[in-house]
């Protein structure tokens, strides 16, 4: 019997929804924190602008869990039993481990050298989770046109 791994509409909506948001904001946050200078304060409404996207940042990160969690025995667990995708599964498994780690890290941690090493973690890790789910999703679509052949 084949069991479909693909995602449902609903799923796409959720998936590419919250980790829309997610990186997005964290790339936003990225852009204000470093690129905003000193001089662009303007009176405390930069900050607050900062604060913002990581509040949203943090929120949009708890939904990808549960979205994660989600896709652990629908798309994940029928994909690895089937032998699909597995070297880029394993991939995005391992980049998305890293972010949930270092975010931990992030909010928990009492060591400014230990979040200034997660943020550094963190940030790269992020910017390669869409390069990264691109080509999972290339090459799982490449790999399924070839089976139908």
Known sequence: ??????????????????????????????AAHYGGGEEADFDGKFYFFQSRLLWIHGAAAMASLVVLGALIPTHMQRAWE?????????????????????????????????????????SIAGCLLPPALVWHIVSGRSKRAHVKK
Request: hydrophobic share 50%; glycine share 12%.
């Open 82 to 122: 089937a032998g699909k995708n597995r070297a880029t599964a394993i991939a995005m498994l391992s980049l998305c481990g890293l972010m949930v780690l270092t975010g931990y890290g992030l909010y928990y941690s009492g060591s400014e050298t230990v979040r200034s090493w997660m943020s550094g973690f963190h």
């Open 1 to 30: 019997m084949r069991r479909n791994v693909r995602f449902s509409r609903s799923m796409n909506w959720w998936f590419y929804g919250i980790f829309g948001v997610l990186f997005f904001s964290g790339l936003f946050w990225l």
